[in-house]
């Protein structure tokens, strides 16, 4: 019997409710051991289950140190319609596969990732520079994707449904709207997958938000051409990872293909190559925006389902618990560097306990240590890379210039070949830009309000809607709050983070206004029929 239900895989919580974290802590040290042997390799693309190695490569390193994580393929144009043609050629028959077939397989797929879930976490706190809690937490977010696909295809029956009318006793010699017909009529409407997706992946989460987007796409039939970030920011190991699983998991080759390269010419070929039916990309507004237009304007229209970044806000009220609210923000605004589009940005006090929070801010702050995140105590790794740095120093001098640093703003000396820097936090004015521009890195800019319906108004005034947090225990701020934000995934009193660490099944993740298209988010429902054509088959008998 299959399992119709779904829990979360929440592997640290396990290991500490168990009194197990010390095991917790040598499975990951020795996956990092493990990680460490494969380094420094060359590893080619995947096209239709083939290795492809030729032409130039890319060198990926780590931002903890500068090690070398491995070689890659520098793929160009050419490979990018060699994988597209070998997705489309699996597509009619993975397509036909049924979907409790589809689902088994990305069950089987799901414990496959949990086998590997310490070796990929490893790899990827070398690669992105994540905390192992971070790491961890995100491994088990790929699982929960596979699970929760799995089960929502399950239970919705694949999403097909039938209906019919029955025969009417009368019947008109020609039709017209709602004509009676003497005639049982029956339906089949049915999900129909598009074809090939390409799936365009970013540097921050390469593990979960990956192998959710390729799982959605999947799991409902389509093939996929997947491209990890492999320019700037590199994450092309735990994408060959993850290609890895899969395989492991019997997803056939072609359904699944894997190629490294520079966004500009195969993630174009991607957006604009007339065989792929539709696109999945997290990342940045100007790149998914500018997909679009390029493949509407070109002529290639597709289905985008596209996540977009956010620059999030969290509202302080007088009725707020002090400690939740400073953990909370400390969380969402410098965990990971602040590099999620989940991160905290702009956070809005009242007034009356506006100086008492930045105080006990800051001191949170100064209490996470910065350095190597592999090492168990490390809350704050480096940044991802130069520009990243450079994004971080230009910010800094703008709050100086026309505002203040309260606290941080300096680059720190760890002895590491890294970009490593002080979770900072600014004032500046309501209308400067840093409370307006996404930034992905670890600034938090606080602002005093009087009136609650101002600190909403404030909140909602920028083109982001992506999260929200709230803190306060007065109900009527608290329905205040629910009517108006104007964010997809909002959270009031969360202890462990204001805006960020949505949890698969438990909440959705999605963004409003200009922060993703289509309002549905991952974990969701609504995910899956994303990936689909709806078809109507009327049979009159
Ligand atoms: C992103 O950074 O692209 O809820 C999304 C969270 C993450 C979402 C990250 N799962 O914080």
């Known amino acids: 019997m299959a399992k119709h239900t779904f829990s979360n ?93 589809r689902a088994r397989m990305f069950n089987k797929a799901a414990d496959t990732f949990s086998k590997h879930k310490f070796n990929i976490s490893a790899i ?67 999900m ?41 920011n590199m994450t092309m190991l735990t994408g060959l990872k993850i290609y890895e699983c899969f395989k492991e998991a019997g997803i056939p080759d072609g359904v699944f293909n894997y190629i490294t390269g520079p966004g500009s010419e195969i993630g174009d070929e991607l957006v604009v190559n007339k065989d792929v039916a539709g696109i999945a990309f997290t990342g940045s507004r100007t790149i998914g925006l500018g997909m679009m237009v390029k493949a509407y304007g070109a002529n290639t229209p597709k289905a985008f389902i596209v996540e977009m970044g956010g620059k999030n806000p969290a509202i302080v009220s007088r009725y707020a618990d002090m400690d939740d609210a400073v953990t909370g923000v400390a969380s969402a605004a ?9 991160a905290c940005s702009r956070v809005y006090v009242h007034e009356s306990i506006k100086e ?64 490593y820097v002080e979770p900072t936090i600014i004032e500046v004015r309501s209308d400067n830009e840093l409370m307006k521009k996404e930034l992905f890195v670890p600034i938090l800019a606080v602002q005093g309000y009087k009136e609650f319906a101002d600190a909403i108004t404030e909140a909602n005034s920028i083109e982001y809607g992506l999260t ?18 104007e964010a997809g995934t909002a959270y009031i009193n969360r202890d462990t983070s204001a805006t960020t660490g949505a949890i698969v099944g438990l909440h959705t993740f999605v963004g409003w206004k200009g922060s993703s298209i289509g309002g549905k988010g991952s974990g969701s429902k609504y995910y899956l029929p994303q990936f689909m054509r709806e078809q109507s088959m009327s049979l009159t008998k």
């Open 124 to 190: 990827l706190s070398y690669e992105n520079g994540k905390s192992r809690y971070e790491s961890v937490g995100e491994v088990d977010e790929a699982i929960d994707f596979l699970r929760y696909y799995s089960n929502e295809l399950i239970i919705n029956k694949g999403f097909a449904r039938k209906t019919m009318m029955e025969e009417s006793k009368s019947k008109v010699g020609a039709g017209f709207q709602g004509a009676p017909s003497a005639r049982k009529e029956s339906v089949t409407i049915r």
């Open 9 to 101: 895989e929440s592997t640290f919580r396990k290991f500490l409710e168990q009194g197990k974290e010390d095991e917790f802590h040598s499975l990951f040290d020795n996956a990092v051991q493990e990680a460490r042997r494969e380094f420094g390799k060359a590893h080619g693309i995947y096209i239709g289950g083939k290795e492809v190695r030729e032409g130039s490569t890319i060198t990926e390193k780590s931002p903890i140190n500068g090690e070398i994580i491995g070689t890659f393929q520098r793929a160009n144009r050419e490979q990018a319609k060699k994988a597209i043609k070998a997705a489309k050629d699996a597509s009619h028959s993975w397509s036909a596969t049924s979907y409790k077939d």
């Open 356 to 419: 008492q929070f930045i105080s006990k801010l800051i001191e949170k702050a100064r209490g996470f240590k910065i350095g190597n995140p592999l090492e168990k105590d490390v809350y704050i790794g480096p940044l991802i890379g130069e520009k990243a740095y450079a994004t971080y120093k230009d910010a800094v001098e703008r709050a100086k210039a026309s505002g203040r640093v309260l606290y941080g703003g300096k680059i720190v000396n760890t002895g590491l070949n890294g970009y």
């Open 334 to 342: 410098f965990g990971f560097d602040g590099q999620k589009c989940s």
């Open 468 to 485: 929200a947090g709230l803190y306060s225990k007065n109900t009527k701020e608290i329905r205040a709050f629910e009517s108006a934000i």
């Open 192 to 232: 129909v997958p598009y074809g090939v997706f390409g799936v365009i992946a970013p540097f921050n989460f390469p593990v979960s938000i990956s192998t959710g987007m390729s799982s959605g796409a999947m799991i409902t039939g389509n093939t996929v051409v997947f491209k990890p970030s492999s320019t700037d």
